[in-house]
């Protein structure tokens, strides 16, 4: 057996694991991994699939299924049609597979006389996790996910969270060549907290109902007994006409930045500081059986087995051992991406992520990272390509989306945001991500009480969801209701203490109301979730400004311009700064550089133009006086006026002539 199989059979051994303890998000995440490793192999797509519908992602598993030659799609297939009331097409893809299915069935093949009936400890140390998370106790949820990950570093979803929390993880104390040896013993048998307690006595409390004389020989499909393991910007736009199915939804009326991470507010102090034990020192080993008419798991498919004698050789012992290792050191790199995505540390994550192999790169996961990464760097043209990938891959896809429709918000593209919205309520109009879509639609075309309307009812769906309530906040600041605003973005915090984008909007709230001071207070507190946020460095500077600190607001800038070169932002409150301060030169540079990454812009050309003026070049200041009028001829008052004075300035001259 070569590597790439090895992986293989881990990965379906670890969704196995996973669907039978309900560990969905991990099962998701290794189909993802299993389906990268070969997505040719229809075996792999019918476990993908599977696990798409345990997840109630019908539409996903349907069109993944659609058409596949193979007993186990077809039968995925018809189950998804079941629920989208497709019987008709799931029943002819069930007849056209059965046609060509030899398979028999017999009476001991339908049960199975030896079953775990109880969770294992991996899978109650995440729920403890979960509910620890609830209840507020993040220190306790650290450490049980830390328990599960000790046990069994293939339980991503345990990762997963302790990373939205800010835990501080050491990735390499997790996924490192000895981890994959924890998985061969009973965990029930070892605690990984200094405690040392036991959630069960086995020996008091019967796992299986077994018949051990008798070890699975009637079963076709026997489950692996081994390992037990898984293994912030002014809206403006135009009304659509595209909204009527939009109109009033159905809750109460009540009462430029928005981006955020999900996460809980505390840092634990306590660290993965400890290398996993070895419960086993032996090396997996596989039968390695394909079967056409679907997965089978084969009682001789064992990833334990301590000795040359069980893997047949000391040369397979080896090659196993390095196929595992590659696996563990493929999860580190997105231990680590993700790690530095939920640090906000972004451009290291995109480096991670970017550096993954092509089949890896291009899975559902990654790319909805990268989506997210870019945007998150305010890079909105390269976020909206990996979001346009993702949607290409798997239209139905729900999650994520709410990011999706802010973007198109920021780029205006209220076709695209229409298109977007109208699917994702006919995918799911019970979820509050596709309620987040309309609301965006709504603002971008200019109709608050509508947006907010909407930001409300995603909301009501789920009331953890802080985007959600940070969005409705930003609309009602945009239309000065402060109160309103300042409670949503309360309302966020207190579902999630590391929403930065809570913390800006209270900061924006303060600094429309002149509050300056209270203002740098929230911006400041923002910074220190996301320490190298280009916009909430720009806001600081500009509170400073207002408090007449400007030496120290240009050095906010400039600080901002150097993480960001092509920050368009930070360029222009830079070169703004500068010409406050007559630095008139620097500042010169500054706006022409700008004037060839934002050319549309009337405000560039109209300080361009004064700056010329200055600096005594007449005609190059009247040019950019005009390109500025054409651009905003809102704003002609104020250009006409600088016309006029350099008209003036030229009949001063005239006279000294004469």
Not at 228 to 252: E, G, H, I, M, Y
Not at 359 to 385: D, F, G, M, T
Not at 554 to 583: T, V
Not at 612 to 618: E, V
Request: charged share 25%; glycine share 4%; proline share 4%.
């Amino acid at each position: 057996m070569n590597a790439t199989e090895y992986s293989i059979q881990k990965l379906r051994s670890v969704i196995f694991y996973s669907l039978d303890n309900d560990l969905l998000p991990t099962a998701e995440f290794t189909a993802e991994r299993l389906v990268a490793q070969d997505s040719y192999d229809m075996d792999s797509t019918h476990l993908y699939a599977l696990v798409l519908f345990r997840r109630r992602r019908f539409k996903a598993a349907y069109n993944a299924t659609a058409n596949m030659p193979h007993i186990g799609c077809a039968y995925v297939f018809a189950k998804c049609a079941v629920e989208l009331g497709l019987e008709n097409e799931g029943l002819q893809a069930l007849q056209r597979r059965m046609a060509t299915y030899t398979q028999e069935s017999k009476p001991e093949r339908n049960y199975e006389l030896e079953r775990d009936i109880l969770p294992d400890a991996v899978a109650i140390h995440i729920l403890m996790g979960k509910l620890y998370f609830l209840l507020g106790d993040t220190k306790q949820s650290t450490l049980s996910y830390t328990a599960a990950l000790q046990l069994n570093p293939y339980a991503f979803e345990a990762y997963e969270e302790l990373c939205k929390m800010g835990t501080k993880v050491r990735v390499k104390s997790i996924f490192h060549a000895e981890a994959g040896s924890l998985l061969d013993a009973d965990i029930f048998k070892s605690s990984p907290t200094d405690e040392g307690s036991k959630l069960f006595d086995p020996s008091s409390t019967p796992r299986v109902l077994a018949t051990p004389e008798q070890p699975g020989k009637f079963m076709t499909t026997p489950r692996l007994k081994q390992p037990v393991f898984p293994a912030a910007p002014t809206r403006r736009a135009a009304r659509s006409s595209t909204l009527d199915n939009f109109k009033q939804p159905t809750l109460p009326t009540d009462s430029i930045h928005r981006r955020s991470m999900r996460g809980s507010s505390s840092i634990t102090s306590r660290l993965l500081s400890h290398p996993l034990n070895s419960l086993s020192s032996s090396s997996p080993a596989f039968n390695n059986k394909k079967e056409v008419s679907g997965l089978k798991r084969s009682i001789g498919a064992s990833f334990s087995g301590g000795s040359a004698s069980s893997t047949g050789s000391s040369a397979t012992i080896q090659l196993n051992k390095g196929a595992e290792q590659s696996l563990l050191l493929l999860y580190q790199r997105f231990a680590k991406g993700l790690k530095a995505m939920h640090s906000y540390d972004c451009f290291k994550a995109i480096r991670i992520f970017d550096s993954l192999p092509e089949n890896e790169k291009n899975s559902p996961w990654v790319l909805a990272k990268l989506a997210r990464l870019h945007y998150e760097i305010v890079n909105y043209e390269e976020s909206a390509v990996y979001f346009k990938r993702l949607r290409k891959m798997d239209r139905t896809r729900v999650e994520d989306m709410d990011y999706y429709s802010t973007l198109l918000w920021y780029l205006r593209k209220e076709t695209d945001l229409s298109f977007l919205a109208h699917e994702l309520y006919d995918i799911d109009k019970n979820s509050p991500v596709s309620w987040v879509a309309i609301g965006n639609l709504f603002s971008l075309t200019r109709e608050p009480d509508e947006a907010i309307k909407c930001f409300q009812k995603a909301t009501q769906i789920d009331a953890s969801f802080a985007y959600a309530h940070t969005l409705q906040g930003h609309e009602y600041l945009q239309n000065d209701a402060f109160e309103n605003a300042l409670k949503c973005f309360r309302n966020a915090l207190l579902v999630d203490k590391r929403h930065y984008n809570a913390f800006y909007g209270i900061g924006m709230v303060h600094m429309k109301l002149g509050e300056y001071t209270k203002a740098e207070f929230h911006f400041l507190k923002a910074l220190e979730i996301t320490p190298v946020n280009v916009i909430l460095i720009c806001c600081v500077g500009m509170v400073l400004e207002r408090l007449g600190k400007k030496e120290l607001a240009l050095k906010q800038y400039i600080f901002a311009s150097k993480l960001q070169p092509r920050s368009n932002l930070a360029l222009f409150k830079k070169a703004q700064a500068l010409f406050s301060l007559h630095q008139y030169d620097l500042a010169l540079g500054e706006f022409e550089r700008l004037q060839e990454l934002t050319p549309d812009e009337a405000s560039v050309h109209f300080l361009l133009g004064k700056l010329y003026r200055i600096a005594g070049r007449k005609y190059d200041s009247l040019r950019q006086f005009t390109i500025a009028l054409n651009l905003d001829p809102k704003g002609s008052h104020l250009i006409r006026e600088a016309l006029e004075s350099l008209q003036k300035d030229d009949k001063d001259d005239e006279v000294v002539l004469e």
